[in-house]
């Protein structure tokens, strides 16, 4: 799947070299994009990532943010179809099924595999090869997934045609505006690149390709002729599991991943007054 590395696919001025030899920017609209090439279902590259590690990390803090986006996509939508594009282990379509008819695609092998004893409704495939032409759905979710995806107008573009009227488009993901994020390219520029090259998921199986904040989302949405609905902002991190997420991914010495995890527990009691590091939007199809 070809990416044009020139134009910016929220305003299409044209891309500038950002921090690093891989990393773009829009100057206009502020949209960042990554020269990084997904190798999902690649053996080799699985083998560097610790998949219970990164399992027991994330599933807290994710399961309590899912419950924060049900309440607020159910204010729009109370039932229906829902389709949740890139559904990992299962764990949105579990919360969502007790409202919605629950439907998952999953391109990884051996997650899709871990899924499929869980009695959930899920398909192999990338999105929207993966789909009949006819198929349609009420909602259609991406739980930090389109900053993954290459093409993300195309994919934009195939989610319309796949909605009903009225569908509703849930998207959150990692905000470049986030505090984080912010230190890190700070960070970055003090020639320490590595927890730059982290929150880009730099040779991991399937690395971010897209850093948006609320305002160039809304933008690149609006294009693709949905209205934003609702929008703000999901927790990042919980200090009980913030070692397994460092370590995931980690340097691979404990000291160091140490130090980063006091110095994100330092900045925890600032995350209420400081830009979150994931934002939502919710959409609807016009
Ligand atoms: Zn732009």
Redesign the pocket.
Known sequence: MARDHTK??????D?SRGLTSWHLV??????ESAILTPHINVESVHASVDEVSRESGLKTLRISNFERLLNKIRQLKGDGALLEIGCAHGWFLEKAQSAFDVFGVEPDQSIYAGVQGKGLNVRLGYFPEVLEPGEVFDVIVFNDVLEHIPDVNRVLDACRRHMADKGILVINLPNSRGVFYRISKLLCKLSVPSFFERLWQKGLPSPHVHYFDSS?LARILRVHDFVIRAGGRLSTVEASSLYDRVAYAGSGSVVRDLLVCVGIIGLLPLQSILPSDIVYLIAEKN
């Open positions: 910016c696919p929220v305003c299409e001025n891309l829009c100057t206009v609209c502020l949209y160039n």
